[in-house]
């Protein structure tokens, strides 16, 4: 039996941070993975710091989002001290390309949404020309069919799969425990504390945190939890490494700092499908070369599948077990986005019930659903 003061369980995007935030500020911390073939979206992730599109209908989550854009910097550098792993954050704007005169019209509607949503704070996106993009990006040629683009600020991109090898570099260094190859399969309350239980081992600690994808499905209810959530495939294409070219974070075709470029952001209700199909493909890479027609002769390298956890609003879900206190959940889609409020805020509520403003927006109740009487 292992003993702590605090479990995490899940160690992709969300789970990592809140782990790390907990062992950055002292508490005694566990850290529970599956193994490779577990379906995990922290290795499919795209890496946006995205902040414009998100939130409509739910105006906290716009304004947590942007918070967490906000702390960025700090927490790149934090990282990088704890870990000595740069994440290579840029956060000098983000572009989303619309390639239609209907995207561009339809975009334009859920700014002027969000704008009205937002009120006296500000929503903090334009859509702007075509020849404006052109200026943004002087490394590539914008294809003729671009429309303009929307542009967000606070927008930016960091390399995930160095993000995630930080988060759990820096959760050791720390003093933190981390063990691979242990799914939880079942959780219990002894009276005292709460009892995780892998094929392998046993772990206790009065406080226990879901932060485990698609595996909160099933672990939730066992400490009175309901978290709705949904599995939604995206396909990702990688091109071989070219010269940099493109610095700023575009929303579905983005240069890596190692040189490559990723095309992605398809939405495909496969349920926990995660292969990859030709249709898709060849729909992606057709709308990156309409974007920047140059791309057409650079060679493809990978491709894969990747499953998305989605709630309803397609907002985070944070919440305390009423039944059982000290179990809570977490999750998103945005585990990049929302890595530095996870890191910071959510693993002070988590230690201390600390809450930041309105936190209880976030909450599943949100979708309850009165009975007719």
């Known amino acids: 039996m292992h003993s702590a003061e605090t479990i995490v369980v899940g160690g992709g995007m969300f789970g990592a941070a809140i ?17 490779d073939g577990s379906l995990r979206a922290a290795r499919g992730n795209f890496g946006l710091v995205w902040v414009q599109s998100k939130g409509m209908g739910l105006q ?15 927490f790149a550098a934090d990282l990088q001290d704890s870990s000595t792993v740069d994440v290579n954050l840029q956060n000098g704007g983000g572009l989303n390309l619309l390639l239609s005169d209907e995207e561009r019209e339809n975009y334009r509607r859920n700014i002027d949404i969000m704008r009205q949503q937002a009120g006296a ?8 020309e075509r020849d404006e993009v052109q ?7 914008v294809g003729d069919g671009v429309a303009g683009a929307s542009f967000g600020k606070h927008d930016g991109h960091v390399n995930p799969l160095r993000m995630l090898r930080a988060l759990h570099r820096g959760f050791t260094k720390l003093g933190g425990r981390y063990f691979p190859c242990n799914e939880v399969g079942n959780i219990t309350h002894d009276g005292g504390a709460f009892v995780a ?10 406080k226990i945190v879901l932060a485990c994808g698609h595996g909160i499905t099933k672990l939730a209810p066992m400490v009175g939890l309901d978290t709705p959530i949904r599995p939604q495939r995206g396909q990702v294409l990688v091109t071989e490494k070219i010269e940099a070219t493109v610095a700023m974070a575009l929303g579905s075709i983005r240069q890596t700092d190692e040189g490559g470029f990723m095309f992605g952001n398809s939405e495909e209700e496969t349920g926990f499908d995660d292969g990859t199909t030709l249709a898709v493909t060849q729909n992606i890479a057709a709308r990156a070369v309409k974007a920047f027609p140059q791309l057409e002769n650079v060679r493809l390298v990978r491709n894969w599948g990747c499953i998305r956890v989605l709630t309803p609003d397609k ?3 944070y919440d305390e077990s009423e039944t059982m206190p000290g179990a809570y959940v977490a999750t998103s889609h945005s585990g990049v986005t929302l890595g530095a409020v996870n890191a910071h805020h959510v693993s002070r509520w988590v230690s201390t019930g600390e809450t930041p403003p309105n936190f209880d927006h976030f909450s599943a109740r949100r979708f309850d ?5």
């Open 121 to 128: 704070d500000g929503y903090d996106c334009d859509i702007i």
């Open 135 to 141: 200026k943004m990006v002087p490394g590539l040629r």
């Open 197 to 206: 239980q892998s094929a392998a081992n046993s772990f206790t600690a009065p």
């Open 60 to 74: 906290r989550y716009a304004d947590w989002s942007r918070e967490s854009a906000h702390l960025w910097d700090d």
């Open 19 to 35: 782990a790390y935030g907990l062992r950055r500020s002292g508490v005694d911390t566990i850290m529970l993975d599956g193994s």
């Open 369 to 373: 659903v009165p009975k007719a009487a």
């Open 315 to 317: 907002c985070a879900i």
